[in-house]
């Protein structure tokens, strides 16, 4: 299969690793590059920090089968940048993410899977055409806030249970169902159709939403658009994204800044 996986951290990079192994054609989005702290427990070598993790995790994968990295961030303008594929994954660690895909899934009429975890617990749910949406069950959550970060080991459990659904995806009585995971178990639970769901009713507000500034899930990392900056900045640089020690700049135009406030980010991005 062409499976794209959108966010390569606790869960994805795992997640990638075991469909590489398979052999399905991947296409690997991810925004963020490799840190130090990433090595605990994301699919990571030292060796790979300060690469992109579409990157890092393309050049370990394309030993095993083809490989696609885009070091994008998936905004409503970005996400028709992965192409036609026969099954998605959101991998991310927010939901506003997973709504977009969401909404994009729906109406290009393409199987996703979404798998979200937090601390050591996680939900896996796959959108196929026909059944309850993901925006049926979490589209009426307040705010488009960020899952907390995941614990040891955990990732690495759930990421074998998402390669279980999605293998159970392709017999023919497959019957989406919300699956909840902890470390020791997992259940299963019917969902029905929201009477206000909009992406069922064929309206794709977060695909009409764009995203300029914002502050990152992740604590006090803001990010800007620069577009150009990239080509003229000093710093390390790797394949599409150079470190200035105060910022992190990407070839897509996307600048990453830690800072307390918004206004301090943007002091920062305006004396680079
Ligand atoms: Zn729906």
Redesign the pocket.
Known sequence: MDICIIGLGAIGSFVAEGLAKERHTLTLVDRDYVEQKNLLNQHYAVSDIGKTKAGASAERLSKLTNVVALPIELTPETVVKIGNQDLVLGLTDNLYSRLVINDYA?KKGVKWLSGAASKSQGMIYATIEGY?????IF?SKSGLGCDIGISDGFGKRFSGEILEEIKAMGSQNYTPELVTCTMASSQRVKVS??HT?S??KGTYIYLNTPVFVQELCGKGVFQFRVPGLYQKIEGKRFPGVVHTGKAVVFEDGRVMVKARTREEAEEIIRSL
């Open positions: 729906k309850p949406c993901y925006c049926c589209g159709h929201s769901c992406a069922c």
